[in-house]
């Protein structure tokens, strides 16, 4: 059986890294970072880092709301493609930035992209 893209990316201090690295990029972007003034971000990074770690392949403790309902708010006060297409670039700019493979940004990208219409109410 091949290894998953959790294992392959670096597995927990991987994930841990790079979801440290690109809330600094989203926390950082005008465009979106809006979406994060009333948020707890310890607890952010916690559920997004269970969530990576869940999509990616790697053990499931995620306990999260589903995309749809965690970002009904969001779409309420305004998240939209723009905003999402934001994320996507912080995504692969962190996952760059930390020297991963392009074929495994691919891959990160594409389940991230998955989440899309969900994410969005659509």
């Known amino acids: 059986m091949s290894a998953t893209l959790y294992e392959r990316i670096g597995g927990e201090a991987a994930v841990n890294a790079a979801v440290e690295v690109f809330y600094r990029k ?10 994060f003034d009333n948020t707890d971000m310890d607890k952010q990074i916690a559920k997004q880092k269970a969530f990576f770690t869940m ?36 995504l692969g700019a962190t996952l760059t ?3 991963v493979p392009a074929n495994l940004i691919a891959e990160a990208a594409a389940i991230a992209e998955s989440t899309r219409k969900d994410v969005l109410g659509q």
Request: aromatic share 10%; proline share 2%; net charge negative.
């Open 97 to 99: 930035e930390l020297n």
């Open 26 to 35: 989203v926390l950082e972007d005008y465009r979106i970072n809006r979406f």
């Open 55 to 90: 999509a990616f392949g790697g053990p499931n403790n995620y306990t999260g709301q589903d995309m749809r309902n965690a970002h009904s708010r969001l779409v309420k006060s305004g998240l939209n493609e723009e905003h999402f297409n934001a994320v996507m670039e912080h």
